[in-house]
T-cell receptor, first 113, second 110 residues
Framework: DGGITQSPKYLFRKEGQNVTLSCEQN?????MYWYRQDPGQGLRLIYY???????QKGDIAEGYSVSREKKESFPLTVTSAQKNPTAFYLC????????????FGDGTRLSIL | GQQLNQSPQSMFIQEGEDVSMNCTSS?????WLWYKQDPGEGPVLLIA?????ELTSNGRLTAQFGITRKDSFLNISASIPSDVGIYFC??????????FGPGTRLSVLP
């Protein structure tokens, strides 16, 4: 079945540590996105990519980094510079960027040890 | 930046009742999306709307694209326990990323 796979489901980070969240899609979508979800809030955009080897900062990019070396993959690194990383992270993809519905993975919950 | 408001924030209903919720903005959008999120999972797309005044159904769900382009509505008829979850709206306009609302949390009492 086509879809978006995020791993791991749960992740724990120690102080000062970088961690990487995986996102893979087999939908042949060009655009991919990373969102952060905090309790009671809407989704906030961290980074997005419209095409391989290109990505743009979203509204809350500080303390995060991404790469887009392959069409299917869009990993997110939460760096030690992100002082409040505890959240639910969602990856999404769409056929293109302009008004195309986004389809989401099942998320990764990141917690601090 | 653009913001969406969803009303109500949360609601408790009896099984079998109909549900209405809405999403409003001070900005105009070309596209409205409605998603449902179950606990610990990602949002699932329910309905996409692309034209002002458009009314679209998906089973017991019906959504409308407001005439002003600044709002959208979602109705659920004859609610069942599996309707429990958080319902998000998202507004889109050409050349910009979607903006998501804070969600309406629905609880269904047996």
């Amino acid at each position: 079945d086509g879809g978006i796979t995020q791993s791991p489901k749960y992740l724990f980070r120690k102080e000062g540590q970088n961690v990487t969240l995986s996102c893979e899609q087999n939908l042949n979508h060009d655009a991919m996105y990373w969102y952060r979800q905090d309790p009671g809030q809407g989704l906030r955009l961290i980074y997005y990519s419209q095409i391989v080897n290109d990505f743009q900062k979203g509204d809350i990019a500080e303390g995060y980094s991404v790469s887009r070396e392959k069409k299917e993959s869009f990993p997110l690194t939460v760096t030690s510079a992100q002082k409040n990383p505890t959240a639910f992270y969602l990856c999404a993809s769409s056929i293109g960027q302009n008004n195309q519905p986004q389809h989401f993975g099942d998320g990764t919950r990141l917690s601090i040890l | 930046g653009q913001q969406l408001n969803q009303s109500p924030q949360s609601m408790f209903i009896q099984e079998g009742e109909d549900v209405s919720m809405n999403c409003t903005s001070s900005s105009i959008f070309n596209t409205w999306l409605w998603y449902k999120q179950d606990p610990g999972e990602g949002p699932v797309l329910l309905i996409a709307l692309y034209k002002a005044g458009e009314l679209t159904s998906n089973g017991r769900l019906t959504a409308q694209f407001g005439i002003t382009r600044k709002d959208s509505f979602l109705n659920i008829s004859a609610s069942i326990p599996s309707d429990v979850g958080i319902y998000f709206c998202a507004g889109g306009i050409y050349g910009q990323n979607f903006v998501f609302g804070p969600g309406t949390r629905l609880s269904v009492l047996p």
